[in-house]
């Protein structure tokens, strides 16, 4: 029986690396015409930034604001993926995109509930791990996702200098 790929979530931390991993979630899920969900998990800030050192905690109205404000920002950014994506591979990119998903979190755990929350059939990062010495330098967050999931992850490395695209400079 063949696996079907309908539905594919998509991690992003904005680095490098996560970018250019979009151009092969948008190619699989053109390959497979499935839909794609776009994540990205802000790191919980450590508990002391708001309280002890800084003079007590922020207002939750404050938090609230300033989480919303990020969220818009982030959801603004990630829409951009899909416009770089269609110069440099042709659409449709936007048709694809069915959710885009920003939470606050650990990202290893965010990336795993989004994808069973969502059933998203694989998951795509990008990663750091190049040639045989990959598992010592992969991302911890790629690593925690590759050796938690229960469904295929693919990971993305940066091709080399030589071979790499700028695809996010147009």
Known sequence: ??????????????????????????????????????????????????????????????????????????????????????????????????RIVVLAGHPPEEILNTANDQSCDVIVLGTHGKGFLAHTFLGSVSDAVLHRARKPVFLIPLPSETTAVDWDRI
């Open 1 to 98: 029986m063949k696996p079907q790929i309908k539905k594919i979530l998509y991690a992003t931390d904005f680095s490098k690396n996560s970018s250019y991993a979009f151009l092969y979630a948008v190619d699989l899920a053109r390959r497979y015409d499935a839909q794609m969900v776009i994540l990205h998990v802000m790191e919980l800030p450590p508990s002391f930034t708001y309280g002890g050192f800084s003079g007590g905690k922020l207002p939750d109205e404050v938090q609230m604001k300033r989480r919303e404000r990020t969220v818009e920002a982030l959801k603004e950014q990630l829409q951009g993926f899909c416009v770089r994506a269609e110069a440099q591979i042709g659409p449709p990119c936007t048709d694809l995109v069915v």
